[in-house]
């Protein structure tokens, strides 16, 4: 099922769009990487679980593109991928992750917590790249940077967080994460683990459809006004493909 847009004015800006789509289904496939980035985060080792959960999170975008059957410029996987602010940010960042890292180790509530939120911001961002990938949003590098940014200010806006119920479910429910991490990214082969999150994920998804369709109306908003700024020209939203 996809939804219809309906006629909505976000930040000043009328979102309506006749015959447009917003496609919510629930496809593993596309959130597959998604969530292994956030069930990394309890993998008991600091920065082991990290260095996890990148390897997944940049994964996301090209892992999309070839499920929609769209070809991405690199330079567009490199402007959605980048955070931080290169190797200074690196040095200064490590050594306050690894303490961070090892604190929540030693108090595993808030590892719980801590993997419930990055989950759930996982499975928003590839919706989002899911979105945007479908609305060709990334076919340019330029345009690529103006997603980044996009994606970025949705999330930290987002102060409902819809998925975050379901996040705790499926952290919850997951065992042994350090195997089934690695056998996913040496041997592209999932375990009980991944089942059972996949399983919870179909079986709850309905409930969560309502909100992406406003994540995507609030991501639509961000990206036409700062593609506005940068090309100095007003954006037409382009026809989903």
């Known amino acids: ?24 289904e629930f496809d593993w496939r596309i959130y597959a990487d998604a969530t292994f980035a956030g069930l990394s985060e309890l993998i008991p080792i600091p920065m082991v679980d990290w ?6 999170r940049r994964r996301v975008a090209a892992s999309i593109a070839r499920q929609r059957g769209r070809d991405i410029p690199p330079e567009s996987l490199k402007a959605v991928n980048r955070q931080g602010c290169g190797c200074l940010f690196l040095l200064l960042f490590l050594p306050i992750e690894v303490v961070k890292r090892v604190s929540r180790t030693i108090l595993y509530f808030f590892t719980i917590y801590a993997a419930a939120r990055s989950l759930s911001a996982n499975w928003q961002r590839a919706f989002l790249l899911d979105y945007s990938i479908q609305r060709g949003h990334l076919d340019k590098p330029l345009k690529a940077q103006v997603t980044a940014e996009a994606i970025e200010k949705t999330l930290k806006a987002n102060k409902k967080d819809p998925l975050l119920q379901l996040a705790r479910e499926v952290i919850g429910q997951s065992r042994h994460i350090l195997r089934s991490m690695m056998r996913v990214s ?23 459809r309502g909100n992406l369709v406003e994540l995507a109306w609030h991501y639509d908003a961000q990206w036409q006004t700062r593609y506005a700024e940068v090309s100095g020209e007003e954006s037409a939203v382009p026809p989903i493909a």
């Open 1 to 24: 099922m996809t939804h219809k847009f309906v006629s909505t004015t976000i930040g000043g800006m009328n979102n309506q769009r006749s015959g447009d789509t917003i496609n919510t």
């Open 51 to 56: 260095v996890f959960s990148e390897m997944f």
């Open 186 to 208: 040496r041997q592209n082969k999932e375990d009980e683990t991944v089942d059972a999150a996949r399983e919870q994920m179909a079986s709850s998804w309905e409930n969560v």
